[in-house]
DNA sequence: TAGATTGTTAATCGATTAACAATC
DNA sequence: TAGATTGTTAATCGATTAACAATC
């Protein structure tokens, strides 16, 4: 058990120069962040049919959300639109990017060759996102040596060596839980400054180095929790009339 | 102590099961159902270790949140904890388990045999999560008639009758986002009522029909804003090393 | 212009955090 | 008991939504 005073340290890291994340130094809620994305493949199909402006009358009505919402969102990434006309589709896709990076594409090795470590590998579109997945590593021998999807996989021995050598930023962690302390530790060791954890387990990091998990059962236990609820209220509107017609599958 | 309290309590110790929140009406805030499955996932560390008793405060330190929304977030599971002890592992387990319908464990389609799709067919644990994959579809004639990871790859246009036939609940989509919406409404059509989408597609579904999106861009988005800012504030320390007070112009 | 839309400020809503009483 | 912990109610904080002015 560690019972560290940390507890308490990291409010000092809330002064940190945020830098004015846009124009006023407010910092950008991560519900917008999560969204930006969404309209981002929203302008994209939108661009694929040939429109070339938009307001946030359509998107919001497209995406299901409060105009006002979309509006305050876009401001964030500094766009401005034009009143009565809206924002021109291929200004606001680069505004989204460039906030978000995607235009200026980093680096990332990706230890463990996986089920997951494959489909991530083999998946389209990172390079438009920010992230080019150049190298992947691994611990058994089996798969050391092969390639996957182009990519070749090699011994997680050698990660520390090549991100100094190629000034990797990103690590992409796809091993068992157990293996995910340790690798994060080699990374961070060699230089990784942002990890993405596909992993169960929290990630202890020096401070300033950054760590998104993907949370792949959160997003299960919304669904599951609401067709718990919505076989739960099927099963009531059943119970008030007939009995036993519905086949009890334990 | 008067004995109106006693009658209270009495009260609420027979509705224990179906949980006071969702009873009397009050959603389940979605950020706890998020958090549910990391406070699960911890517990099963903590039991592989031998621990058979845990307190918010425990759980909260290691994860780094407020022990206040630890307790509250439990409690919409149905749990009672033991003032001066915690709560049992086993019996928190399985309250965090039974709330999510982790214990009911449903049947699932997948439309998509691709990386991802191949990925997720290979995924241990789902069956521990409330879901079983229990075949796979694709239209590509190459990917029909094979197996992946022991589930068969099937014709597309097999799935309604066998949706039917097998009363399947839960469909997974990790096809190409423009197929997405018409696997959706095949999916629909034949009586599946809860997706899990996988494209960045939004999906226009039946009224009831329940949608979980992963969004796998909105936490790439997460990683590389705040990688940009990091970047961005690396780049300020090393150029103006010796600047003075606020003198920031804009 | 008139009307649709942006951009901003105010109000509302909900989640988090704090305070404190109850409990064993 | 004393003290740690649960459970609940109140306060705070932040995100969403509403209202409205500015704009072309």
Known sequence: MDFLDKGKAFEQSKTQEE???SEQGK???????????VYHSFLVRLKEKGRDVVSCTHIADDLKLDPTQVRKDLAFTG??????VGYLVNELM????????????????????GHLGTALLGYPGFATHGVNIVAA????????????????????????????????KIGIITTPGQMAQSVADLMTTAGIIAIWNFTTTRLD????????????????????????????SDKEQCHGSSNGEAGQAS
């Open 19 to 21: 830098g004015k994340a």
């Open 27 to 37: 910092a950008v809620p991560e519900p917008t962040i999560r969204r930006l994305p």
């Open 137 to 168: 590593f691994d611990n058994d021998p089996i798969k050391i040596g092969r390639t996957v999807h182009g990519k070749m996989v090699l011994d997680v021995t050698k990660l520390p060596d090549l991100v100094q050598r190629m000034h990797v």
């Open 79 to 84: 766009i401005a639109g034009k009143p009565k």
């Open 94 to 113: 680069q505004s989204i990017e460039h906030f978000l990076g995607w235009d200026n594409v980093n680096d990332a090795f990706l230890v463990g060759a």
């Open 205 to 232: 990091v020096p401070e300033g180095v950054i760590v998104e998990t993907d949370q792949l059962f959160g997003s299960l236990a919304i669904l599951s929790s609401k067709l718990v609820e919505r076989i739960k």
